[in-house]
């Protein structure tokens, strides 16, 4: 069985039987050296369990009928850990307005990449283009300069 995933603010926690129940095993929910013992309830596709109030770890949880491994389920606690909300562009300039370092901001439009927004912002002027022309003067210099010593004049 594939791990389950839960948020921490879940009320019960159902997990699908592939096992039967065998006297009166308990559930247990079993992280590093700790072990809890969820209040739970049994029907025939699941068991439902409430999470115990000392759970305040997120992570991975081995869950055990008795000594058999049963499953193994993903506890997310708390649920701020999951905020996606992001920053807009006015609040990320307020935020770095006192910074010591310049910070630009590139707006990127929903159908532009942004490799051309990138492009489009960058104030940088091409020097390759300056590096070629010097180049080609210098190979000039050293043409002439090695034709003069050619023809016997001197230095």
């Not at 096992?19 to 029907?43: A, C, M, R, Y």
């Not at 010097?134 to 230095?155: D, M, N, Q, W, Y």
């Amino acid at each position: 069985m594939p791990p389950l995933a839960f948020a921490g603010d879940s009320e019960s926690i159902k997990i699908p039987l592939e096992f039967n129940k065998k006297g009166e095993d308990l559930i247990t929910l079993h992280k590093d050296d700790k072990v809890f013992v969820p209040q739970q309830s049994w029907t025939k596709q699941h068991i439902a369990m409430q999470l115990p109030e000392d759970l305040h770890m997120p992570g991975f949880y081995d869950v055990f009928l008795g000594d058999l491994h049963v499953s193994t389920i993903a506890i997310n606690i708390p649920v701020s850990e999951s905020n996606l909300e992001t920053y807009s562009k006015d609040e990320l300039k307020d935020i770095f307005s006192n910074s010591k370092f310049p910070v630009d901001f590139i707006a990127v439009d929903s159908g532009q990449s942004f490799e051309k927004a990138l492009e489009k912002e960058t104030k940088d002027t091409d020097l390759a283009k300056y590096c070629l022309i010097l180049c080609l003067l210098l190979l000039l210099v050293e043409i002439f300069i090695l034709r003069k010593r050619a023809s016997g004049s001197p230095t």
